[in-house]
C-alpha cells in the first residue's frame, strides 16, 4: 500500500512568508519571527524529505530569519543615531510589504490579459498554416537525411554537452541540535554549580555548530530570565549562572 504526499510549491520565498501569514492571520508589522522561522525551516525540510531540490534563495531567506531571530535575542537592542530602537524585522517588513504590492498588480494584470487574449481573434489560420508547409517541405528533408548527417549532429550535440560547465549544487546538512536541547544541556551543567564558564561549554564539544547553538540556546534563557551571565576573564569569556525566581509578594 502506498500515498502520496503533496506540498504547495512557492514562487519564491517571499510567496511562502505571505502565504504563512495570511494562513495564521498573522499582523504583517509585528511578525512573531520565532514561529514565522520554525515554519519556514519545517517546509523545506519537507521538501528534502521529498527529494525535491531545494533553491538557494530559500537556503538564503532561512539564514536571514534565523539571524534576525538571533538578534531579537540580544538582551541590549541596536539604536539609530537619536536613540530610538531599530525593530531587526523592519527591513523583512519593508520587503514583505513591496512583494505584496507588486503581487496584487501582477494579479491584475494577468486578469487583464486574460481578457483581453479572450476578445482578441486570430487571423486566417489556414491560410498561415499553408504558407509554413510551403516554406518547410519536411517530406523533402527526411528523404536527403542518411546516417552519415545523423552522426554529425549526433556529435555536435554531445560536444555541446560535454563543454557545458557543471551546474552549481547546494547541499542542506542537518545539524544534530535544537536551541530546545541545547537549554536543557545548559540548565544542567549550571545547577551543579554556582556559575559555568562559557568556555568551558566550548571546551565540552569544540565543534563550531554546537557552540552556535549552545550559544543561541544561552541567549533564549537570558531573555526568559532564567539565567544571568557576567562578564569573565580571558578574551570573549563569560561566566553563566542560573538566576533564582523571584518570590511572589
Do not use: C
Amino acid at each position: 500500500m502506498s500515498f502520496e504526499i503533496k506540498l504547495p510549491l512557492f514562487e519564491g520565498p517571499f510567496d511562502l512568508m505571505l502565504f504563512f501569514i495570511e494562513r495564521d492571520e498573522l499582523d504583517i508589522y509585528d511578525i512573531p519571527i520565532a514561529k514565522i522561522t520554525q515554519d519556514f525551516l519545517e517546509y523545506i525540510h519537507h521538501l528534502e524529505k521529498m527529494e525535491i531540490e531545494v533553491a538557494s534563495e530559500f537556503i538564503l531567506f532561512a539564514a536571514t530569519l534565523m539571524k534576525i531571530k538571533s538578534r531579537m535575542l540580544l538582551p541590549r537592542p541596536e539604536s539609530d543615531e537619536e536613540g530610538n530602537e531599530i525593530d531587526p524585522r523592519e527591513e523583512l517588513i519593508r520587503h514583505l510589504l513591496e512583494y505584496k504590492k507588486y503581487k496584487s498588480v501582477i494579479v491584475e494584470l494577468a486578469s487583464l490579459e486574460e481578457q483581453r487574449l479572450s476578445k482578441e481573434k486570430r487571423g486566417n489560420i489556414q491560410w498561415e498554416l499553408e504558407q509554413l508547409s510551403k516554406a518547410e517541405d519536411v517530406d523533402a528533408e527526411m528523404q536527403d537525411l542518411d546516417l552519415f548527417k545523423l552522426l554529425k549532429v549526433f556529435q555536435k550535440v554531445m560536444s555541446k554537452y560535454a563543454n557545458r560547465t557543471d551546474e552549481t549544487k547546494h547541499t542542506v546538512v542537518q545539524y544534530p541540535y535544537t536551541i530546545e536541547q541545547q537549554k536543557d544541556f545548559v540548565l544542567e551543567k549550571i545547577s551543579f554549580r554556582d556559575r559555568v564558564p562559557f568556555t568551558e561549554f566550548v571546551q565540552y564539544k569544540p565543534d563550531k555548530i554546537f557552540v552556535i547553538y549552545t550559544f543561541l540556546a544561552i541567549l533564549d534563557l537570558l531573555q526568559l530570565s532564567l539565567v544571568t551571565i557576567t562578564i569573565g576573564e580571558g578574551f570573549n569569556n563569560f561566566w553563566v549562572e542560573k538566576k533564582e525566581p523571584v518570590a511572589a509578594a
